[in-house]
């Protein structure tokens, strides 16, 4: 009797670890893509030679000047690259890696492979770049801004291996500057969107 148990077993012991495997890739797949505005949306210039770099970290920016749902957020967009390819800045092309806009749009920026742009102190090198459009200092966080945003970070987390770990703002980077402003700020200081970030990536 013992004899004819042993293969059954083996055969028991041999499929949970294929199952444990495929409920972890079903988690997986339950993380779906953000839908993305393309940069010829918002009428980008091509950009200018640019340094390039592997990123190993996320950062959040806000863009600093009040922009409500209904403004024009690729017109906005438009004028933030005009400006920062400048001669003011001087700047390969738009400073961010993806811009959020306050009715939870998502717009493409700049090739996730370039170094992003800062008027601070730090070194973006290695930082992905995701600025939230609008200024948070002064005006509320809209419940779709930070949707998409959970949805974005998550999604980056995932596609570029960036440890959700990682996760900071701007001024956790930076002495001169109160980016991503105190109402946006918040929700990173209690935890909150890490939690969030975190139940993505597992499915939840």
């Not at 090198?125 to 998409?148: D, F, M």
């Amino acid at each position: 009797m013992l004899v004819r148990l042993i293969p059954i077993l083996a055969l028991l012991l041999a499929c949970k670890p294929a199952q444990q495997s495929a409920n972890t890739n079903a988690g997986k797949a339950a993380l779906t893509a953000p839908a993305i505005v393309p940069r010829a949306s918002w009428g980008a210039l091509a950009p200018k030679p640019y340094k390039q770099h592997t990123p190993v970290r996320i950062t959040v920016h806000h863009e600093g000047t009040q922009l409500l749902p209904t403004d024009d957020a690729a017109r906005k967009i438009n004028r933030i690259q005009a400006w920062g390819m400048g001669p003011d800045r001087n700047w390969a092309d738009i400073p961010y890696h993806f811009l959020i806009a306050p009715n939870g749009t998502i717009y493409e920026g700049r090739a996730v492979t370039t170094v992003g742009e800062t008027n601070t102190e730090y070194d973006p090198t290695g930082h992905l770049l995701i600025c939230c459009l609008g200024n948070y200092e002064v005006q509320e966080v809209s419940a779709e801004t930070l949707q998409s945003l959970i949805q974005l970070i998550a999604w980056c987390s995932r596609q570029y291996k960036i440890p959700a770990e990682t996760l900071s703002t701007h001024k956790d980077n930076s002495k001169q500057t109160t980016c991503p402003g105190k109402n946006l700020y918040a929700y990173f200081s209690n935890g909150y969107v890490l939690d969030a970030v975190k139940k993505k990536l597992k499915g939840e």
